[in-house]
């Protein structure tokens, strides 16, 4: 005899009753993923200080109830300040206040800038952004997020490591335009970020604008004319008795050589009849005739002795 349907469904049939749970199950867990997935506000995912990336591990601090999210404004900063292309830069504070009964760990502290002409963005590369630390001026990134804005990523100079309930934080931003920005940017609007990890970043309710100027080019220097050049006027020419004295003051004085001296002549003895030197000198031509001479007179005188001799 066959067993009926609704029989069968009425005896509770346990394999079918597993499968019925199995299935509920399913659907249970499906439901509660897509209202958690509605219900989560994905504006922020794209446009704060910390990247969009999936944790990893769960967080190893036990896990606190927040009443509320964080509050940031701008702390000590004047609106309407001029940016200037390729000029000073100027300083921005963020102030980040805890007010949810529970303390935050790791909060960063952001500055977002946007351009107010519509369809006209930013370039990060035409911006230099610092955050004041330690006494010095560490450099921030920029990056783009969902909108044509740019915000600073989070750093360890711009990050609060503890922020207390009831405590407010403070940092302090400068900015700096490259002097290669389009001229077509006239002004920039500021605002203000907080985020703690996996939550969502909060925002200023108000932004600041700031006109930016772009310095005119220096005009090229003129250049000077060169004068006539005025010949210099000739000197009258001092008298030859008057240049000889400065003559001799400025021309060094010639050492003379050395010339070797005539060996002195030696006085032959009496009788001796003295050779004549050869050369051309007066003194030696006198000396060769002077012994001439005398040579002469010694032969007459004793060809005369020998005469008077002969006649004795």
Known sequence: MRTSVITRFAKNDRPLSGRRRLAALAAT????GGVQFLATDTAWACAGPYPVTAPTSAPTAPAVTHDGELQAGFHQTRDGQTLT?????????????????????????????????PGAGLRPQDFTVEVASGGTWKPVSLEHGCDPSLHTTATPA????????GRAEHRLFRIGLSSKAPKELKSITVSVLGQAPHSKAVGSDSYLTF????????????????????PAKAKPAAPAADQAPAQADTTPTAVPSATPSAAPATTAPAGTPELAHTGASTTNTFLALTSAVLLALGAGVLTAVRRLRTRR
Do not use: D, M, Q, R
């Not at 711009?158 to 309930?165: A, P």
């Not at 310095?215 to 005025?230: D, L, N």
């Open 29 to 32: 867990t499906l439901l509660v």
């Open 85 to 117: 292309a390729g000029g000073p830069k100027v300083e921005v504070g963020v102030g980040i206040a805890n007010f949810t009964g529970a303390p935050y760990e790791n909060v960063a502290a952001a500055i977002s800038l946007f351009n107010p002409v």
């Open 158 to 165: 711009t990050v609060i490591k503890h922020l207390e309930n």
């Open 211 to 230: 006109p930016v100027a772009h310095p005119a080019a220096p005009a090229p220097k003129p250049t000077a004319t060169a004068k006539p050049t005025t």
